[in-house]
């Protein structure tokens, strides 16, 4: 079993940066691929990003490529989301995931989910 926390959202302005982090506990973390998702109000919950085990292999949304990056640190259990730029459209309660492959992951097959974080941009 795998617990994730997010932390890292608030309130921001267009064009501000924000960085989340997801915090895993339980089993060894450093097995599984890691991402990102987002969850707009009224919306369908939609791939953001994700990482390989290594940290080797990212991948993105398009809606979000160039701006934000992913990261990963195996001895700190810990995947972060640096968001630069940011848009009003990037409003969302964004989630961390776990799971076999960025493959997967990207199809949103994650075997291990966080509660969320909310992200606010104000225009």
């Known amino acids: 079993q795998v617990q ?3 932390s890292g959202g608030g309130l921001v302005q267009a064009g501000d940066s924000l960085r ?3 915090a895993a506990s339980g089993r060894v973390f450093s097995s599984y691929a890691s991402g990102w998702f987002r969850q707009a109000p ?4 939609e ?3 994700a990482i390989s ?3 080797g292999i990212t991948s993105y949304a398009d809606s979000v490529k160039g701006r934000f ?4 640190d195996n001895a700190k259990n810990t995947v972060y ?3 630069n730029s940011l848009k009003p459209e990037d409003t969302a309660v964004y989630s961390c995931a776990a799971g076999s492959s960025t493959v997967t992951l990207r199809a949103a097959r994650g075997d291990y989910w966080g509660q969320g974080t909310q992200v606010t941009v104000s225009s």
């Open 53 to 55: 085990v290594s940290g």
């Open 69 to 72: 990056t992913i990261s990963r």
């Open 47 to 49: 791939f953001v990003s």
């Open 4 to 6: 994730l926390v997010e």
């Open 81 to 83: 989301l640096q968001m």
């Open 42 to 45: 009224g919306k369908e919950r």
């Open 20 to 22: 989340l982090s997801c």
